[in-house]
């Protein structure tokens, strides 16, 4: 696996994640596979994860879990994560020995999403998905089946999700996440791994459920990292190209409307040029869709493996 440093070509910038270039297998074990009908199952080797399929408007997607992951990272032990975090001088160092954690475990795992080709692990969430009433709802509103809307337009306020976990989250008291509620409270509590999936438009838990319920029992927030298949370059370029030119031509815009104003100018500028900074860095670091396989059998398959691992479910997704 060749790891390449984010952003590619800076120095002296806030340290953003990893590149990841993998080759191989062809075809992961944890992986989606998709039918007709906007249908798609998550598996896990052989076993059925999650199954789920968009509402044919394109507003949400329904989704049932059926409680057989298991994650694909070996537990942190207590003294590493201690050992990790002192050892570390500033954030940006703590980030990186974690993504290289997690990017070796996920090489080295039998039952991981990593396929061939490349791949980026980037620090913390995209602003569309750091929501604060969604982290703090999620406690309460986390079913094993249920729907997950993507913009709204009537849909239950609780249907906003920015990550959906594999499986449920434990409760505040249990053993593990008193563990790591510690953990939280020293400041060493490792970040929670997420997979960003394109046909579900979320991410996944991809490891640290429990830190995940440690995080939010102290009415806080874990650290993440987050993994995805990278943007190819020559579409990044693509897609900046139209933020540059409507930059260029707003900056050209208020120097006519405020010529005899210069300071004004000036500081009008600065704010644009910081916006669109912001931009290209969003989508520098964007993922790119998920790789997802054809079920064999197709919708019917798919209809099957419904009836059998959530029997009386049927989502309306006709709206």
């Known amino acids: 696996m060749k790891r390449t440093t984010l952003p590619r070509s800076a120095e002296g910038v806030r340290w953003e994640g990893l590149a990841l270039g993998v080759d191989g297998p062809a075809r992961p074990p944890l992986r989606a596979e998709v039918a007709d009908g906007r249908r798609l199952v998550l598996f896990q080797g052989d076993q059925v994860v999650l199954l789920a399929r968009q509402r044919v408007t394109h507003r949400g997607v329904h989704y049932t879990r059926t409680g057989r992951y298991a994650s694909p990272i070996p537990p942190l032990r207590a003294e590493t994560a201690r050992t990790y975090r002192e050892a570390c001088p500033d954030d940006d160092a703590w980030f990186t020995r974690g993504a290289h954690h997690f990017a070796s475990a996920l090489r080295a795992s039998a ?119 990278e943007l190819p370059d020559q579409w990044a370029t693509r897609y900046a190209q139209p933020l540059i030119s409507h930059h260029e031509e707003h900056v050209t815009g208020l120097e006519r409307a405020h010529a005899e104003y210069p300071p004004l100018v000036e500081t009008l500028t600065r704010a644009a040029d910081r916006r669109l900074g912001q931009q290209l860095h969003e989508l520098v670091t964007a993922p790119d869709r998920t790789c997802a396989w054809p079920l064999p059998g197709g919708a019917p398959a798919w209809d099957a493996l419904a009836r059998h691992h959530a029997p009386g479910w049927h989502p309306d997704t006709e709206n």
Request: no cysteine; net charge neutral; aromatic share 10%.
């Open 111 to 229: 039952n991981g999403p990593l396929h061939g080709g490349d791949w980026q692990l980037t620090r913390g969430l995209p602003p569309r998905w750091d929501i604060t009433p969604n982290w703090a709802r999620l406690p309460q509103h986390d079913p094993a089946i249920g729907h997950i809307t993507w913009f709204g337009y009537g849909d239950p306020e609780e249907d906003a999700r920015d990550m959906l976990p594999l499986r449920p989250l434990p409760g505040p008291d249990t053993a593990r996440v008193k563990a790591y509620r510690r953990q939280y409270r020293e400041g060493v509590l490792p970040p929670v791994l997420l997979w960003w999936v394109s046909g579900l438009d979320t991410f996944l838990v991809l490891d640290g459920h429990d830190r995940l319920a440690a995080a939010l029992a102290e009415h806080g927030r874990p650290h993440v990292l987050a993994l995805g298949r």
